[in-house]
């Protein structure tokens, strides 16, 4: 049995990484709803791995390298083929696709697996993460990009929310506007992957109130957001994370 329960982490590390190279393949064929889909399993199973080390002692350095690895695909690699896929399509609808000096734009995609990359190598030597995570964690910024990419292309999904007059106003938006800004996005939002900014961590060790007050007001934001302003409001929800870096702060 205990040859059994001990695979059980990498079983899971291994449906993690399969949906996170799903979520590529169909980010880079512009399927950003399905591709968002499969980074939100892949989070899920990345998640599960870890507590099923835990509760089945059955954590190994084998399965802390192949965890990274995993992640590195599925939340590195399948976000930035999900932006380089949408900022082409830009690209291609403003005619801009033959103009060297804005093909570069494309290359802001690139820093979302390269960063990521070096946040989960940052994260595997710095013994201060062992309770709470110094810079932005690598599925939350997957979870965000996709969302974001999501809630910006034409896909019907991203519309339903309770406010139509928010999917008007993402569908107004200029694409020449939405290019620059990504584009920048990309830059700053992967520099928060190394960055010293403290956040909590999504992991519980009980189901007490005052042990993860923080977790629960997130989940519940997560839930209202989402209710109320469809995929919107799953990015929404990443924002409210990063900005909660005071109260993670005292917990450092």
């Given at each position: 049995?205990?040859?059994?329960?001990?695979?059980?982490?990498?079983?899971?590390?291994?449906?993690?990484?399969?949906f996170g190279f799903y979520a590529a393949i169909l980010g880079i064929t512009g399927n950003y709803f399905g591709a968002m889909n499969a980074i939100f399993i892949a989070a899920l199973f990345d998640f599960a791995d870890g507590l099923a080390a835990r509760l089945l002692n059955a954590s190994s350095v084998l399965g802390k390298e192949l965890d990274s690895l995993a992640d590195v695909i599925s939340f590195g690699v399948a976000p930035g083929m999900i932006l380089f896929s949408f900022l082409d399509e830009l690209l291609h609808a403003l005619s801009w696709n033959d103009l060297i000096i804005y093909k570069t734009l494309l290359l802001s995609a690139f820093t979302i697996p390269v960063f990521s990359a070096?946040?989960?190598?940052?994260?595997?030597?710095?013994?201060?993460?062992?309770?709470?995570?110094?810079?932005?964690?690598?599925?939350?910024?997957?979870?965000?990009?996709?969302?974001?990419?999501?809630?910006?292309?034409?896909?019907?999904?991203?519309?339903?929310?309770?406010f139509p007059q928010l999917a008007e106003f993402l569908t107004s938006?200029?694409?020449?506007?939405?290019?620059?800004?990504?584009?920048?996005?990309?830059?700053?939002?992967?520099?928060?992957?190394i960055s010293e900014i403290p956040l909590f961590s999504l992991k519980m060790k009980s189901l007490s109130w005052k042990a993860n007050k923080?977790?629960?007001?997130?989940?519940?934001?997560?839930?209202?957001?989402?209710?109320?302003?469809?995929?919107?409001?799953?990015?929404?929800?990443i924002i409210c994370y990063i900005v909660s870096l005071r109260e993670a702060h005292n917990q450092i």
């Open positions: 049995m205990k040859n059994f329960t001990k695979h059980i982490p990498n079983t899971l590390t291994f449906i993690s990484l399969s070096l946040r989960l190598a940052k994260f595997n030597l710095d013994e201060r993460q062992k309770t709470s995570f110094i810079g932005l964690p690598v599925p939350a910024h997957a979870i965000l990009w996709s969302s974001l990419v999501t809630v910006l292309s034409a896909d019907a999904h991203a519309s339903i929310c309770v938006i200029r694409p020449e506007i939405i290019l620059f800004v990504l584009s920048f996005l990309a830059l700053a939002t992967s520099f928060l992957l923080h977790i629960y007001m997130l989940f519940v934001s997560a839930i209202l957001f989402v209710a109320f302003f469809g995929v919107a409001g799953v990015a929404a929800t």
